[in-house]
């Protein structure tokens, strides 16, 4: 990986570990879904090479995955 992706990566996932902060009174299927789409995100960016469709659809599929899961409780 050259340092640009490592940087850009890193960049990721320190801006989703904030942007989680704001996420305190949000239910947890709405969390689920937020997480979901962050990771859906960056897995289809890594796996597409950066494509902004490959971004744009990992996020949309994560976001329904998450969307789905049902914690336990």
């Not at 949000?26 to 469709?53: E, F, I, Q, R, Y």
Request: aromatic share 2%; proline share 1%.
């Amino acid at each position: 990986m050259t340092n640009f992706n490592q940087i850009i990566t890193i960049s990721a996932a320190i801006t989703l570990a904030i942007s989680m902060s704001a996420c305190s009174n949000m239910s947890t299927k709405d969390k689920n879904t937020a997480v979901g789409a962050g990771a859906g995100a960056v897995v289809g960016a890594v796996l597409t090479g950066g494509s902004a469709v490959g971004t744009v659809g990992g996020a949309a599929v994560g976001g329904v995955i998450g969307n789905q899961v049902n914690p336990k409780k």
